[in-house]
């Protein structure tokens, strides 16, 4: 398959796989209509092979978000994000769109980014429902929340959250998107059991899960392990149809 770069290596103009004035020699060094008729005259610096115009794709429509699936409160914007959709922007945005829909920041969570997407979010019986938390008055995305390891026979998942930066912390903003999300996940989900997993020195953490009425069910040893240093996480669980405690 053609590799299609996204960028004149001149100039650094955009090219995204949609243009319609990028040009390539037979290895496929990539520039802008500008630079290659005008400055290189057809001609690759790098082989001297011709510089042809390159092919472009067929721009597929991305509608995403779905606006009819957004959960609303007070401050902040809930965006579902499942596997349909990672595999809808990956297949059909460019680097670009990317960047600009996950609001990543620098070239670092691009690539983390892509290399989550590509290590797999879901197996045969397991998958995802992720929401991004933005921010309503600046649009931010200020971080994630929703469930993993989402086992639908069973009707368990596993929750998590993570803010972005520490400026977005003390502000009741994950207090506030966790409140929807578990509804979601008891009335969209059909979840029975909820799971989440707890270091034991993360204080704020540890109350957010007391406030929601998780009930903590165990400790558990050397869980993860980040470099030298090893986790010690709480095991918390929810139940949020009483009929199925």
């Known amino acids: 398959m053609l590799h299609l770069k996204e960028s004149c290596e001149l100039c650094a103009k955009i090219l995204t796989k949609y243009s319609s004035d990028a040009f390539i020699c037979s290895y496929e060094c990539t520039y802008c209509a500008a630079c290659a ?47 349909k959709a990672y595999d809808e922007i990956f297949a059909h945005a460019s680097k670009q769109e990317i960047m600009q829909i996950f609001g990543h920041q620098n070239e670092e969570e691009y690539e983390l980014e892509c290399s989550r997407y590509k290590g797999g979010f879901s197996t045969y019986n397991l998958t995802i429902q992720f929401f991004q938390l933005v921010l309503k008055e600046t ?80 400790l558990l040893k050397h869980r993860y392990q980040f470099g030298d240093e090893v986790d010690t996480d709480h095991m918390y669980s929810l139940f949020p149809n009483l009929n199925y405690q």
């Not at 991305?62 to 994000?81: A, E, G, K, M, V």
């Not at 029975?192 to 704020?204: C, G, K, L, S």
């Open 37 to 83: 008729n005008e400055r290189l005259k057809l001609v690759c610096p790098n082989c001297n092979g011709d510089l042809q115009k390159r092919p472009s794709r067929k721009k597929n429509k991305l509608i995403f978000p779905n606006q009819s699936t957004l959960i609303s409160t007070d401050r902040l914007r809930l965006i579902p994000f499942d596997q």
């Open 139 to 218: 649009q931010e995305v200020l971080g994630w929340a929703g469930y993993h390891s989402w086992a639908k026979q069973h009707h368990r998942a596993e929750l998590f959250y993570s803010l972005k930066q520490d400026k977005f912390k003390r502000k009741g903003y994950m207090s506030e998107a966790l409140e929807p999300i578990l509804a979601y996940g008891k009335n969209e989900m059909d979840l029975h059991r909820i799971e989440a997993f707890v270091a034991t020195d993360n204080v704020p953490s540890n109350r957010l899960m007391e406030k929601f009425g998780f009930q903590k069910e165990a």
